[in-house]
């Protein structure tokens, strides 16, 4: 506690600072933005993950903006969208460094990616790929929306991720950019070089406009400070020694001065090379997992998404905002398999115990589509009502793809949800309150099914009697805004979030016969709170926030490993709560800014039923604490920044306990530095500068008798790069 008694006297301090430039005002906090960015402007950013036009400091929520300078800067140093999230945002977990996100999680729980409002999350078989849908160089800015919240529907327990693509051209004519890159790793091996090259064009004439690009991305060895190759997930999926190709393709028309249709169309595609092999650790002694060269049984783990989105808005319509948007999304999802030591994919009669090889694939297929109507009322313009309707359906299975089995059956979810928003703005917007409701209806169908059989069913599975379960609840939210002065932001907020358990997991487990799933609570829906009060100061140099929440579901989520290392579903009562803290400084030097985000969270869930926690949630499901720092300094054709993650120890305590799961902490520290070099910018970055050696969050605290899971992180890792726009 001595060090958030710190931190918390040092943000007070500096909030309180005499302001000496008034700004904007603006819930709205821009990781990594520098102040010539963002003076006078905050008013104007628009969140469209958040279903209004209304600016951020209108609303009751914890609001964070990762814009296009930022985003750009965390990609070069790291490589993808989830990592710059997770490395700018203090109660969002360490990323795992591979292909799958599974225990990544924002306030304790998972957040809902999104692209353009599209959901990326598959969550009746969530394979956790979710993060990995597109490339960041086609994305202009992300939106995070923190704690439990239906404005997007299904899946925002833990806040929201949206990724927002590029917008349509403001010139006239062609314009575009181009990107160069090259990465190694400390000593320049061969195989662990990795290259990067995209390109966008955009078009516009009159009312038309276009906007097309591809980027391909090839992914070589990653290794540890200590010159070791960095384990490979052969079943999880991994993104080193990879290749990926990202399509994008946006094409806009202007129907009035108003209004617009805009057709989205993206492919992603990263599979792996299939070129080496794990070499288990020893997590006694230390040695981390690691890999050589070698031919895995099987195809290499890959992923696939696709999606296409028709958009049609107008800011003026009859007075009001319309948004109307229908999309199709299909993600196939292909993990490694492994030969023997996975009991669950055995069945005698193919073939002896031990020696049947099988790999899985997740399929889903999503359609959906949106609408919403805002405007201020008539005769009482302080009131902003919003009415919309949600609509999405799902169709998601696992299939064992080397013997053609089903392993989760195919499983149908339909979700209807109408809903409505209020706004209301009280003493010249010195006060606002906030408010409404979203009525979910689910239907979640499966029919009978067979679940596989295994080493501890050898004679076949076990017959399941389908169903067609259906769930409705109203989720309220509301809020109180409290702005006394320009730039100075006090407020309180109740949300519900909504998402199902992972039914994936659950049915396929089923090893009990005469169950019937429309019976069967396990697949009842979760539905998690987030209450948080929070205070920020956007005024002059500064830039504060201080925040604390806490969330609870009765029948929560919790992944929890077997023996084989295949987690399994627990529905247990989940409580959660935090701090967090943000300061940001412009200081008297021209283009030089300092910042420092802290977080504390706490997790407690119910393992003997009583329904009173009792167990401190463990790594899996829950990020360690965390202080970021940083210094930027941007000034006319140069800009650079040095940041560094200080992730603390943890022990994990309760009446379940594994010590060898306690978390030991490490700081990592990376640099960027960018010129403006004719018509391009020139880039030298370092991930990990300092070289450090350490065994990443997620493989410290889970799996403790899995050394083909003990994976190290990168050591010092070099990318130079070429950014030309035009």
């Known amino acids: ?58 609303l009751p929520l914890t609001i964070d903006i990762i814009n296009k300078q930022a985003l750009d800067q965390q990609i070069i140093l790291s490589g993808s969208v989830t990592d710059a999230v997770a490395t700018l945002t203090p109660s969002f977990s360490p990323t795992r460094g591979k292909l799958s996100g599974a225990g990544e999680t924002l306030r304790g729980r998972s957040p809902l990616y999104a692209i353009n409002g599209i959901p990326q999350s598959t969550p009746l078989r969530d394979g956790s790929r979710d993060g990995f849908t597109i490339d960041g160089f086609f994305v202009e800015h992300v939106e995070l929306i923190y704690g439990s919240n239906a404005l997007q529907g299904i899946g925002g327990t833990g806040g929201i991720v949206n990724q927002v693509t590029v917008g349509a051209p403001k010139q006239e004519g062609l314009s575009g950019r181009v990107l160069l890159q090259g990465t190694a790793d400390n000593d320049f091996r061969s195989d662990g070089f990795g290259a990067k090259v995209a390109g966008l064009v ?112 107008d800011t003026d319509l009859a007075g009001g905002n319309f948004v109307s948007q229908i999309f199709f999304n299909r993600t196939r999802d292909t993990f490694g398999g492994e030969l023997g030591p996975i009991a669950t994919f055995q069945d005698e009669r193919i073939a002896p115990v031990g020696a049947l090889f099988d790999q899985s694939q997740n399929r889903s297929r999503k359609l959906g589509g949106k609408v919403s109507y805002e405007r201020a009322m008539p005769g009482f313009e302080d009131l902003t009502a919003i009415v919309g309707f949600d609509a999405l359906f799902d169709k998601t299975e696992q299939r064992l793809i080397a013997t053609d089995r089903i392993w989760v059956p195919p499983t149908d979810f339909r979700s209807l949800a109408p809903f409505a928003q209020a706004n209301l703005k009280l003493f010249d917007g010195v006060v606002r309150l906030a408010g409404g409701a979203r009525w979910e209806s689910v239907e979640i169908k499966i029919d009978d099914y067979t679940t596989i059989a295994t080493t501890t069913t050898p004679r076949g599975g076990v017959l399941v009697s389908g169903g067609s379960p259906k769930f409705d609840d109203v989720l309220f939210n509301g809020g109180v805004i409290i702005e006394p002065a320009q730039g100075i932001r006090l407020y309180a907020s109740y949300a519900e979030g909504f998402t199902v358990p992972d039914v994936g997991r659950i049915t396929r487990a089923i090893g009990t016969r005469g ?31 201080v925040t604390y929440f806490w969330s609870s579901s009765t029948r929560g989520q919790l992944l929890v490993a077997r023996p084989d290392g295949i987690f399994d579903v627990q529905r247990q009562r989940i409580e959660i709560e935090g701090l967090e803290l943000n300061l940001g400084v412009q200081l008297p030097i021209d283009g030089l800014r300092v910042s420092a985000g802290y977080a504390h969270i706490l997790g407690r869930t119910d393992t003997n039923g009583d329904d009173r926690v009792d167990t401190d949630l463990d790594g899996t499901n829950i990020s360690p604490d965390r202080l970021n720092l940083a210094a930027s300094f941007d000034r006319g054709k140069l800009s650079a920044r040095v940041q560094t993650q200080i992730y603390f120890s943890r022990t994990f305590n309760g009446l379940v306990r594994d010590p060898r799961n306690d978390f030991g902490g490490y700081t990592l520290t990376d640099a960027y530095i960018g010129y403006d070099v004719g018509p391009g910018r020139v880039i030298l970055s370092a991930q990990n500068i300092f070289n450090r050696q350490y065994i990443d969050y997620n493989s410290d605290v889970r799996l403790p008798t899995d050394n083909l899971s003990f994976f190290a992180g990168r050591g010092r890792t070099m990318t130079l790069a070429w950014d030309m726009r035009f």
């Open 1 to 58: 506690m001595r060090h958030i008694m710190i931190l918390s006297a040092v943000l007070m301090a500096s909030a309180a600072a005499p302001a000496l430039a008034h700004t904007a005002g603006s819930g709205a906090r821009e990781p990594g933005q520098e102040e010539t960015d963002t003076v006078g402007k905050d008013a104007d950013i628009v969140v469209t993950a958040a279903r209004t036009i209304l600016p951020p400091n209108a």
């Open 202 to 313: 955009q078009y516009k004439a009159d009312r038309f406009d276009a906007t097309v690009g591809a980027s391909y991305e090839r992914r070589g060895v990653f290794y540890d400070a200590h010159g070791r190759a960095v384990g490979i997930n052969l079943t999880q999926g991994e993104t080193q020694t990879s290749n990926t190709l990202s399509l994008f393709g946006r094409f806009g028309y202007a129907l009035s001065s108003t209004a617009r249709i805009d057709l989205m169309a993206s492919r992603y595609e990263l599979k792996g090379d299939g070129e080496y092999v794990a070499v288990a650790g020893n997590r006694l002694t230390g040695r981390p997992t690691s890999a050589v060269r070698g031919t895995p049984p099987g195809e290499p783990a890959a992923n696939r998404t696709e999606s296409v989105a028709l958009t049609i808005t």
């Open 515 to 545: 169950v019937d799933l429309d019976n069967f609570l396990d697949i009842s829906p979760i539905v998690s709170n987030n209450r948080e009060i929070g205070a920020e100061v956007k005024r002059g140099p500064i830039d504060a926030s």
